[in-house]
């Protein structure tokens, strides 16, 4: 069976950033692609970014451009997503999710358990 | 860019109901459609991809319809369980969610 694991809830100052990681289990790694979709709180879902671990390359929505790095270590099967410049609007829940695809461009069928990040002096 | 939009935002009905949700996309998006499940404090869970298509485990009550931009999400026979917002994510290009549906038992 499929987890993707994500690590623990982070507290962050404003300007600052946040490195979330993202560990695939029951499954191979590659060739899937794994995207970072948030959530506000009380709002609805937004994907920020894909990987495609096998071609090594991103994608990000525009709006997180220069702001968003998503990397991956296939060695040990672990996506990784760092927002910087933090303000209060980036508090939210920041979920990892695969694709059946190695496209970023995808629906999701597995999904993290979510992760919290909350900013604020 | 390619905008989708739900509708109802909300909606309340009784057990057994049969209810449908809809989305729909500012440009075609062929069938590149997906459906999600979110009950309160939950991970999304997917339901149907290329617009029709259930995925594995998924209830036969529920079921997707459309192509271009109109699409559908149909529960046949609404239940308890069914309590939860339902989102809809074109893959045709950029991801992007609709807003959500807020299902809710009468």
């Known amino acids: 069976q499929v987890q993707l694991v994500q690590s623990g809830a982070e507290v962050k100052k404003p300007g600052s950033s946040v490195k979330v990681s993202c560990m695939t289990s029951?499954?191979?790694?590659?060739?899937?692609?794994i995207s970072w979709v948030r959530q506000a709180p009380g709002q609805g879902l937004e994907w920020m970014g894909g990987i495609m671990a096998i071609f090594r390359t991103t994608k990000y929505a525009q709006k997180f451009q220069g702001r968003l790095t998503i990397t991956a270590d296939e060695s040990t099967n672990t996506a990784y997503m760092e927002l910087s410049s933090l303000r209060s609007e980036d508090t939210a829940v920041y979920y990892c999710?695969?694709?059946?695809?190695?496209?970023?461009?995808?629906?999701?069928?597995?999904w993290g358990q979510g992760t919290l990040v909350t900013v604020s002096s | 860019d390619i905008q989708m939009t739900q509708s109802p935002s909300s909606l309340s009905a009784s057990v057994g109901d049969r209810v449908t949700i809809t989305c729909r996309a500012s440009?075609?998006?062929?069938?590149?459609l997906a459906w999600y499940q979110q009950k309160p404090g939950k991970v999304p869970k997917l339901l149907i991809y290329?617009?029709?298509t259930l995925q594995s485990g998924v209830p036969s009550r529920f079921s997707g319809s459309g192509s271009g931009t109109d699409f559908t999400l149909t529960f046949s026979s609404l239940q308890p369980e069914d309590v939860a917002t339902y989102y809809c994510q074109k893959y045709n290009g950029v991801p992007l969610f609709g807003g959500g549906t807020k299902v809710e038992i009468k």
């Open positions: 999710a695969r694709a059946p695809t190695y496209y970023s461009e995808s629906y999701f069928d597995y």
């Open positions: 029951g499954g191979t790694f590659s060739p899937y692609a």
């Open positions: 290329a617009a029709s």
């Open positions: 440009q075609g998006i062929s069938t590149d």
